[in-house]
T-cell receptor, first 114, second 116 residues
Framework: DSGVTQTPKHLITATGQRVTLRCSPR?????VYWYQQSLDQGLQFLIQ???????AKGNILERFSAQQFPDLHSELNLSSLELGDSALYFC?????????????FGPGTRLTVL | AQSVAQPEDQVNVAEGNPLTVKCTYS??????LFWYVQYPNRGLQFLLK??????LVKGSYGFEAEFNKSQTSFHLKKPSALVSDSALYFC??????????????FGTGTQLKVEL
């Protein structure tokens, strides 16, 4: 158990809908990262937050947004969902935003868009 | 941008034999390299990392990795494989992003199958 929690574990929804994925980092970790894992794209970085502020952005679609709250938990919002958004979404956390810090991953949320 | 390559989609090894999962990297600056393992329907578990210092890095579950600067490689090894080691292994490199952030850039993954 990495100490990173994600809810829900599974999410099944329809095209055009909006969903929210939640992540709680390890105790004491200030940095949260979101990744998407799909068969065709592999593991792709979406976005990073550090202590409540956006720190880095990857190939995140405009339909997707995220935030990190004062208690350091983070939410990833996915809207106008398309079939291609079906994937496993991981959250990871690290103590700081340093390059040598280890990122610890949560169990993921499996999103299925029908 | 930094990148890593895992040239083998799948590696098969008999239980008790040594295993190697290959990874090569391409970076500008210092390489910060990581190995993760993913079991079915589970998240990514951290195995080990190379930051600096000794080229042989020891990690969890008896795994180790050898950093080779001249060959730009960071191969994952274990002296004696177990059936329970069967999983998907990812090599990753820490990739700084303008503005102070960073990310992990992952390889495509190598499926390890350990057979009796």
């Amino acid at each position: 158990d990495s100490g990173v929690t994600q809810t829900p574990k599974h999410l099944i929804t329809a095209t055009g809908q909006r969903v929210t994925l939640r992540c709680s980092p390890r105790s004491g970790d200030l940095s949260v990262y979101w990744y998407q894992q799909s068969l065709d794209q592999g593991l792709q970085f979406l976005i990073q937050y550090y202590n409540g502020e956006e720190r880095a952005k990857g190939n995140i679609l405009e339909r997707f947004s995220a935030q990190q709250f004062p208690d350091l938990h983070s939410e990833l919002n996915l809207s106008s969902l398309e079939l291609g958004d079906s994937a496993l979404y991981f959250c990871a956390s690290s103590w700081t935003s340093g390059l040598t810090d280890t990122q610890y991953f949560g169990p993921g949320t499996r999103l299925t868009v029908l | 941008a930094q990148s890593v390559a895992q040239p083998e989609d799948q590696v098969n090894v008999a239980e008790g034999n040594p295993l190697t999962v290959k990874c090569t990297y391409s970076v500008s600056g210092n390489p910060y390299l990581f190995w993760y393992v993913q079991y079915p329907n589970r998240g990514l578990q951290f195995l080990l990392k190379y930051i600096t210092g000794d080229n042989l890095v020891k990690g969890s579950y008896g795994f180790e990795a050898e950093f080779n600067k001249s060959q730009t490689s960071f191969h994952l090894k274990k002296p004696s494989a177990l059936v329970s080691d069967s999983a998907l292994y990812f090599c990753a490199v820490r990739d700084p992003i303008t503005g102070g952030g960073n990310k992990l850039t992952f390889g495509t993954g190598t499926q390890l199958k350990v057979e009796l």
